[in-house]
C-alpha cells in the first residue's frame, strides 16, 4: 500500500525535544520534496518545513527557525522532523506529505498544501506547562 505512516509524537514539557518521523511504504521517498504542515484547535493549517528533493534545501517558517530541523534519510525511506526548545504554541497535529511535481525555490512555495500525492494521517504534539 503507498502510504505515508508518521510517528513520533506525543506531551512534552516546554523546553522540550521530539521527533517526527515520516516513512514512506510502497514508493521511493528520495524523488519526492517533503513538507511538514501542523493544525492547531481552531485554526487553520499551516506550514511548517519543508525539503526539495532535487538538492534537499530546507527551508522553515519563521516561528520554527531556528528550532526544527527537517532532514532525510535515503536508505531509511524516512524524513525526519527534530523539534527542539519546543513551547505551547507548538501544539498542533503534524502532518507530512509528499510532492512528486512541486518545484521549490523558496520558503514560500512551501506554504501550499495543493499538488500533494500522499498525506500522512496526523501526529499530535502537545506542549504543555
Known amino acids: 500500500q503507498l502510504q505515508l505512516v508518521e510517528s513520533g509524537g506525543g506531551l512534552v514539557q516546554p523546553g522540550g525535544s521530539l521527533i517526527l518521523s515520516c516513512a514512506a511504504s510502497?514508493?521511493?521517498?528520495?524523488?519526492?520534496?517533503i513538507f511538514w504542515f501542523r493544525q492547531a484547535p481552531g485554526k487553520e493549517r499551516e506550514g511548517v518545513s519543508c525539503i526539495s528533493s532535487s538538492d534537499g534545501s530546507t527551508y522553515y517558517a519563521d516561528s520554527v527557525k531556528g528550532r526544527f530541523t527537517i532532514s532525510r534519510d535515503n536508505a531509511k525511506n524516512t524524513v525526519y522532523l527534530q523539534m527542539n526548545s519546543l513551547k505551547p504554541e507548538d501544539t498542533a497535529v503534524y502532518y507530512c506529505?509528499?510532492?512528486?511535481?512541486?518545484?521549490?525555490?523558496?520558503?514560500?512555495?512551501?506554504?501550499?498544501?495543493?499538488?500533494?500525492?500522499?498525506w500522512g494521517k496526523g501526529n499530535l504534539v502537545t506542549v504543555y506547562s
Open positions: 506529505a509528499a510532492s512528486r511535481g512541486r518545484t521549490i525555490f523558496y520558503w514560500g512555495d512551501c506554504l501550499s498544501p495543493y499538488g500533494m500525492d500522499y
Open positions: 510502497g514508493f521511493t521517498l528520495t524523488y519526492y520534496t
